[in-house]
């Protein structure tokens, strides 16, 4: 062998030993090191420090103690952070602010650690001098908890379940229709608050609810005698299917027919057999409106047997141009889609798939492609100019073809502005051209809200008729018992 071919040798059977050295001792640290830590899906960098694991923060369960806990918006339901906080409670005044990162009552430091602050009613209900509802600034029973966040302070009330609905029933429905009415209404919204206080909306802040129409609005209007006697004479009462709590969802007004909890993308109707698609009249019988022809046939008859046919919002019309209507569309486009992706679809590849979409463009057609269960929209196509997108559920038809600031004529010959919202999702939209140029739509339809469950101004003319509230519930709510919530805890 050559002196060349032993050194070759040499540095080969030491790159070896080198070789093997290394993985030893990467073998060894592999074996004394913690979990590898992730971030985000990343892979840790050799040689960082491990980290320990973040639990997540254990959301706890609610047990029932009579005590509803509210989260109050800020002015306009707009968050939950606010700015600043003036309470009066009798004489006292609290005034809450934060500058950087030091809170601040009554010009006293505060540390986070004296967080939450709680104030309990007296004599004199506890008023929140910051915040407007249409009552005025609204006045609280129980207690009121001030949390200090570094997005600023957020509050909850907490009260008893009798109490927050005396602030509720007459924020839902006004005080001066029928007592059964009222007595209807107290029963669901006790059931629906019932519902709603077997989980956290917020954990962070231990609160059920807030008092925005996002759940039920509290304290927008305040206590009234009338509604007052309806919380005390139902006092306790819930409605329940086959021994559980309902799901008792209500709404203004019907266009003569109500839907099921398949109008919502996750709802599930086989889940809530006593939500029934039924005729909103003394035969309370379900009809087949899913075609175009049957729908619009039901829409123009405008039956007068109909509880609710006496509200001007029975039915509607309104017109809008095409370019109005186009620049409303895709101005919620990315919200919607954002919000809902599933129920966004626009075509990818020669398929329609959920993916991001900006802009249709301006609308050359819109089709219906499905009718659920009353007549209620579950499925559009609205060509565009740029792009073509199917949208589905009633919430997202009504938000992407709103007519906000346009004039919605009434069934009783007054007038209305649209809003963020078209009124209802059972609505049939007509072309307008002049010399084959599309021009804008006709849209008629009927009813106020989305229509599952029980219709308000439907119910109070069944108590004009003399229903009582029992039977206004059992009609819009196949199968329900009337049960003691005490029973249910």
Not at 48 to 59: C, D, H, L
Not at 305 to 331: F, K, M, P
Request: one cysteine or more; charged letters at 25%.
């Amino acid at each position: 062998m050559n002196q060349e071919m032993r050194q070759k040798l040499i540095w080969l059977l030491g790159g070896i030993v080198l070789l093997g050295i290394l993985l030893l001792v990467g073998n060894d640290r592999a074996g004394k090191r913690e979990e590898p830590q992730e971030e985000q899906g990343q892979e840790a960098q050799p040689g960082e420090p491990p980290q320990a694991q973040v639990e997540p923060k254990p959301i706890p369960v609610p047990e029932f103690n009579g005590n509803i806990r509210v989260l109050l918006k800020t002015n306009q339901y707009e968050g939950i952070f606010h700015e600043a906080v003036e309470i009066l409670d009798g004489e006292k005044t609290f005034r809450f602010q934060r500058e950087g990162d030091t809170y601040y009552v009554n010009e006293e430091a505060l540390g986070e650690e004296d967080f939450p602050i709680r104030l309990e009613a007296g004599e004199s209900r506890l008023t929140v001098a910051s915040l407007e509802r249409a009552c005025g600034n609204p006045a609280l029973e129980g207690s009121l908890e001030i949390y200090g966040t570094g997005e600023g302070f957020v509050l909850v009330n907490e009260l008893p379940l009798e109490c927050y609905l005396k602030y509720v029933v007459p924020s839902e429905m006004p005080a001066s229709y029928e007592l059964e009415a009222l007595k209807a209404q107290a029963v669901c919204a006790r059931t629906y608050a019932c519902m709603q206080m077997a989980t956290y909306a917020y954990p962070d802040y231990l609160a059920h609810v807030d008092d925005s129409v996002s759940y039920q609005v509290y304290q927008n209007l305040d206590a009234a005698d009338r509604s007052n006697q309806a919380v005390a004479e139902t006092e306790g009462q819930v409605m329940t299917y086959e021994g559980q709590i309902i799901h008792a969802y209500y709404f203004s007004t019907s266009w003569g027919h109500t839907s099921n909890e398949n109008v919502w993308w996750e709802g599930d109707s086989s889940q809530t057999p006593y939500l029934l698609e039924k005729n909103v009249n003394s035969s309370g019988e379900s009809l087949d409106l899913s075609t175009e022809e049957a729908f619009e046939a039901f829409l123009d008859a405008a039956d007068d047997t109909c509880y609710d046919s006496g509200i001007r919002w029975y039915r509607w019309q309104t017109y809008i141009d095409v370019d109005t209507l186009s620049e409303h569309l895709n101005a919620e486009l990315m919200t919607r889609y954002k919000a809902n992706p599933e129920a966004i679809l626009n075509i990818r590849a020669g398929k329609f798939v959920s993916a991001p979409v900006t802009s249709v463009g301006t609308i050359e057609e819109i089709t219906v492609l499905e009718r659920g269960a009353g007549g209620v929209l579950q499925k559009i196509q609205v060509k565009g100019s740029r792009r073509t997108v199917q949208i589905m559920t009633e919430y997202n038809i009504r938000a992407l073809l709103n007519v906000n600031g346009e004039t919605i004529h009434l069934g009783d010959g007054s007038e209305s502005k649209g809003g963020a919202l078209l009124p209802s999702g059972y609505f049939a939209i007509h072309p307008e051209y002049e010399d084959e140029k599309l021009l804008g739509f006709t849209i008629k339809g009927g009813g106020l809200g989305h229509g599952v469950g029980m219709s308000q101004n439907g119910a109070n003319q069944m108590a004009r008729e003399g229903k009582s509230f029992e039977e206004i519930l059992k009609f819009f709510y196949t199968g329900v018992d009337l049960t003691g919530v005490s029973a249910l805890y």
